[in-house]
């Protein structure tokens, strides 16, 4: 009879090793397997977050180490829920969150309806669409800021041709009115593949049975789209939503390299924002009490989010 | 044979005790700099110094829109990257106040280097904590200031030249004010030249770091525009936002509204440098270090370009400060050598190969040559620019007083957000939260 690889490893362990194991609860042998990975968490995830909520209630400020760090209470977190500027930051990321989760949505489930289906060249178009989200944001932003150029950008052409006016008469990233339209438009085109693949997981994974059962009740084409795909597809749609919702509210180098969070601080996202006060005006007290608002705000977001997931799940 | 072996023995047990004696002193020096053409003058000149000294020469050069970020975490995070810094102006306050500069005011006496022998624009600029005290943190490394480069081939166009004359009724000619300048601006904007469009003026309107900043001052300044009371420090209301720099912050909108190549809402030292020697704007702002670059570009160089000072205003004439000193950091393991290469750089002869290779010495010796002003063709404008600078806060919160302008600058001239008396009141605001945070009032 061959043995098993469990069973040789269990002859080759020394016998000193094999008793004291063999010594330890299930319970003990559990902790000592989890037990480093909880103390790496401890040690770059929860350790950093208390510092934060600590520093959030001070003055302090990392450039000015030899400067008295005082206690100042709430004053940080009352003076970021009454500064407009922030709001300002808010409404933007918001408009950027709504329209690209809204976009990607709606294309990315499209294309995946239609690559579903059996066609000729079905995966060289797969690839052909899936190419934008395997470039670095930074590069992205980079070369879509040479397609948005004016006199020489791709983009501009296009829209000239179209409209038949000048390439030249608009800038979508100088415009105040263009440029939170310019950010969503990029990050659609990098990001819709990805919902478009988990879309198309969720439909490849519904039963051809399910379909030919309500043909055999008669059911039109279109009942079938809402009655068996929109429904079973839609836990797979949620958590697309809910990856990008993340994702979106923390965006930083595409918008970064786009606008710089411009004209004005029309494009001007909270991640831009938090990372100009922490680490251009070293406001380090301020900056932790805003991180720990953004952390709240998604914590609690995505913590509703997931039960309704869930629930549209048990269904 | 005994002797002559013993003596050779010697002799070579001498020169390797030497040649020991050299390598235990040498050092791995770091410089850290911005990344661009004076840095690479700056290596060609410090070959000189590691044949003379024996020490190798490292260097980090950043580019300019992460050069504050980078080097500032450096500086505030003890790192041990650089020994010397050639750092902006703005740091000397921080620098200074933080320890992380060698103060050199004793190094400087027991070598014999004299402030005075420096342009005192330039002391107080990149040398001095606090500002008007014999307190030096840095030698003058590279002068810089904002000037104007234009297209001296385009001015020359006898039909150009005969239809702004019937236009504005004078010649087009490098502008005497502000306000000539925009004229000139708004006569090359849409115009065909050479069956190609071009543009007025490419001017700092970047948003991220300094650009705007560094930009509009140069109008502020002219149309009277003061940081604070001369009388009483740190009071800035009626200054800052006094009607006359309101008319000036107007001034460069109005520059930027009709004058600017489409798209150029984000644009500091390199895209200036980009749009003028492909052949897109008639007039470039810009600091001076990129002049001698313009003047040997093969497309826009020599007789084809022209350089003058920033125009004065109603207000005054004056021109934005820039340029940096050079500094021995307080955490480098190599404060000895790096003093050695300061004391080295401070030399007249040295200062003046730093000319020959592009770097702006501010030294007077080589400024004050009488052969100076006629060394290149943009010798003289420097030396007028150098004598009418001004620059922005030195404070140890100057990043937060910069960011802050920077943003209600960038909200008014760029988005066209509510007007120019607003956008520095509500500097006025910020700055005032910012100094009463830092205890000053």
């Known amino acids: 009879m061959t043995k098993t690889v469990v069973e040789s490893l269990a002859e080759a362990t020394p016998p000193r090793a094999a008793s004291t194991i063999r010594g330890l609860s299930d ?109 670095s944001p930074a590069v992205v932003g980079n070369f879509w800021t040479f397609l ?18 000048s390439a030249a008469s608009f800038s979508m990233i100088s415009d105040v009115d263009l440029a939170p339209w310019a950010i969503v438009i990029v990050d659609t085109w990098m990001w819709t593949p990805f919902v478009m693949l988990i879309c198309l997981a969720g439909l490849r994974s519904i039963p051809d049975s399910i379909y030919e059962a309500a043909e055999c009740d008669r059911a ?27 994702e979106n509210f923390k965006m930083f180098d595409l918008v970064v390299q786009l606008t710089g969070g411009g004209p004005g601080s029309i494009t001007e996202l909270t991640s ?8 251009e005006k070293w406001r380090t007290g301020y900056s932790s009490a805003y991180a720990i608002i953004l952390f709240v705000t998604v914590f609690g977001l995505a913590s509703i989010y997931v039960k309704a997931l869930n629930k549209v799940k048990e269904r | 044979m005994k002797l002559k072996f013993a003596q050779t023995a010697a002799s070579a047990a001498i020169l390797a005790g030497i040649g020991m004696a050299g390598q235990a002193q040498a ?42 970020d980078r080097m500032l975490n450096e500086l505030n995070s003890g790192g041990q990257l650089c020994d010397l810094l050639i750092g902006d102006s703005q740091w000397i306050g921080g620098a200074a106040e933080n320890g992380q500069y060698v103060k050199l005011n004793d190094f400087f006496e027991q070598e014999g280097i004299s402030m005075d022998d420096f342009i005192p624009a330039t002391v107080a600029g990149y040398s001095e904590w606090p500002k008007g005290t014999p307190n030096y943190w840095a030698l003058p490394a590279f002068g810089d200031v904002v000037g104007w480069t234009y297209r001296k081939d385009w001015f020359e166009r006898p039909e150009l030249r005969q239809e702004f004359q019937e236009k504005y009724g004078r010649e087009l000619a490098v502008p005497k004010t502000l306000d000539e300048l925009k004229d000139i601006a708004e006569f090359f904007q849409n115009r065909e030249i050479d069956g190609k469009t071009v543009y007025g003026a490419a001017i700092y309107t970047e948003r991220g770091s300094e650009g705007i900043t560094m930009g509009v ?163 003289q404008t420097f030396l007028d620019s150098m004598a009418i600078v001004k620059d922005f806060w030195a404070e140890p919160a100057y990043a937060s007083l910069l960011l802050a302008m920077q943003d209600h600058v960038h909200d008014y001239v760029i988005a066209g957000n509510g007007t120019a008396q607003e956008a520095l009141d509500k500097l006025v605001e910020d700055w005032t939260e910012i100094f009463e945070d830092e205890g000053k009032l």
């Not at chain 1, 839609?234 to 697309?240: I, R």
């Not at chain 1, 831009?272 to 680490?279: G, Q």
């Not at chain 2, 690479?40 to 580019?63: C, I, T, Y």
């Open chain 1, 148 to 165: 948005y150029q004016p006199q020489i950008g791709l983009f501009n052409y296009l829209v000239a041709y179209v409209t038949g006016g």
């Open chain 2, 27 to 68: 050092a791995d020096l770091t410089l850290c700099w911005a990344a661009w053409d004076p840095a690479n003058a700056l290596v060609e000149l410090s070959k000189d110094f590691e044949k003379e000294s024996g020490h190798n020469m490292s260097f980090e050069f950043v580019p300019w829109p992460n050069f504050a």
């Open chain 2, 217 to 379: 001052t140069n109008a502020l300044y002219n149309y009277g525009f003061e940081y604070a009371n001369p009388d009483k420090p740190y009071e800035l209301e009626g200054f800052v936002n006094s009607a006359e720099a309101a008319k000036g912050l107007e001034f460069y909108k109005e520059l930027y509204d009709c004058c600017t190549p489409p798209g150029s809402s984000d644009w500091y030292m390199s895209e200036d440098i980009d749009a003028y020697k492909s052949g897109q704007v008639a007039l470039q702002m810009n600091f001076a270090f990129i002049w001698p670059g313009v003047n040997a570009d093969p497309n826009v160089g020599g007789d084809k370009s022209g350089y003058f000072a920033n125009p004065e205003g109603p207000g005054g004439h004056f021109a934005q400060l820039g340029g940096q000193g050079i500094s021995v950091v307080a955490n480098s393991a190599n404060k000895d050598a790096a003093l050695e290469y300061i004391k080295w750089f401070a030399q007249p002869e040295v200062q003046k190969r730093w000319w020959q290779l592009g770097g702006y010495s501010a030294l007077k010796a080589v400024v004050e040559d009488p052969g100076f002003a006629d060394s290149q063709p943009y010798a």
């Open chain 1, 220 to 246: 039109s084409a279109w009942r079938q789209f809402w009655t068996i795909t929109i429904p079973m597809v839609l836990p797979f749609l949620m958590l697309a939503v809910l990856f990008r919702g993340i």
């Open chain 1, 272 to 279: 831009i924002n938090l990372k100009r006060e922490a680490f």
């Open chain 1, 27 to 135: 319970r003990a042998i559990a902790w000592l397997f989890v037990g480093p990975t909880i103390a790496l968490l401890l040690a770059i995830n929860i350790f950093p977050l208390i510092w934060t909520i600590r520093l959030s209630f001070t003055n302090y400020r990392v450039n000015r180490p030899n400067a008295d760090v005082s206690w100042v209470g709430l004053r940080n977190y009352e003076r970021i829920l009454n500064d407009p500027d922030i709001w300002m930051t808010m409404q933007a990321t918001a408009h950027f969150l709504f329209w690209t989760i809204f976009f990607q949505v709606v294309i990315g489930f499209t294309l995946a309806w239609l690559i579903n289906r059996k066609f000729k060249g079905n995966d060289l178009w797969t690839t052909l669409i899936v190419l934008p989200m395997m470039l």
